[in-house]
């Protein structure tokens, strides 16, 4: 019987059903690339490129989530990466394919939901997400953890980028059980360096910290309304 629910999958599925449906949303939101949204500038993380300064992660193969118009996925290919980087939606990956394009640089781009993804075992010796994880609902976090545990080799690095809880750009402080009962992520979730801590426990801490403020002419992107974390499996 249809919206009988017989496994994990199907609850999952169902509990999908009472939030926004990524797809459509991020497809629409990159049609308009003038729109001034931080991240539209084509600059790697700050967080990011101090971790390949200080040689705490070095050159192999990385998975990205939530690309958006990769430019995490260009500076990453540039620095010697070899980068698979999936997104949801289709006007992203365009505009990413373009910029790539542009930059001499070869990534494998996948239109795909995280969640459906097929993933190698043990394949990457990175996962990098700038901006995904905190649009993720809580349902999904066990289905994110198990991704990440899956994708890493032994030894391998994961780093993301969330929004601060309260932060003025978004990160709702709003319970879990909050998000169901209003039907919303709010904007984003929020998160502190004690829940990532949590969620993550499974791999070992290496750097939590607020990102740093950039300007213009430091080349990177950098708003302290970030939380970036870097995790060891
Ligand atoms: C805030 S944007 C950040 C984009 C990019 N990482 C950046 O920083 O420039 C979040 C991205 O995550 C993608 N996304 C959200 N949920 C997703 C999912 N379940 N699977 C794949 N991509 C997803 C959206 O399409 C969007 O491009």
Request: net charge negative; proline share 3%; aromatic share 12%.
């Amino acid at each position: 019987m249809k919206e009988t629910i017989y496994n994990e999958e199907e609850l999952y599925s169902m509990l999908d059903s009472f939030l926004r449906e990524p797809d459509d949303f991020w497809t629409e939101f990159y049609r308009d690339r003038e729109k001034k949204i931080p991240f539209f500038k084509n600059l790697p993380d700050e967080n990011l490129v101090s971790y390949l300064d200080k040689g705490l992660v070095t050159p192999g193969r990385v998975l990205e989530l939530g690309c958006g118009p990769g430019r995490n996925a260009i500076y990453l290919a540039r620095n010697g990466w070899e980068v698979d980087a999936v997104d949801v939606s289709e006007t992203s990956l365009q505009w990413a394919e373009e910029r790539a394009g542009e930059s001499g640089v070869s990534i494998n781009f996948i239109h795909n939901n995280i969640f459906k993804m097929e993933i190698e075992y043990g394949s990457y010796d990175l996962v990098y997400d700038s901006g995904c994880f905190h649009h993720i609902a809580p349902h999904r976090r066990l289905s994110y953890t198990q991704l990440i545990n899956k994708a890493l080799k032994p030894g391998g690095y994961f780093a993301l980028t969330t929004f601060v809880r309260g932060g003025k750009l978004g990160g709702a402080v709003v319970s879990d059980w909050e998000v169901y009962r209003s039907r919303s992520l709010h904007g984003g979730l929020g998160y502190n360096k004690t829940q990532l801590e949590r969620i993550f426990s499974d791999l070992h801490s290496v750097e939590i910290r607020k990102m740093k403020d950039m300007d213009e002419s430091q080349q990177m992107f950098g708003l302290s309304e970030l939380m970036a974390a870097l995790f060891k499996k």
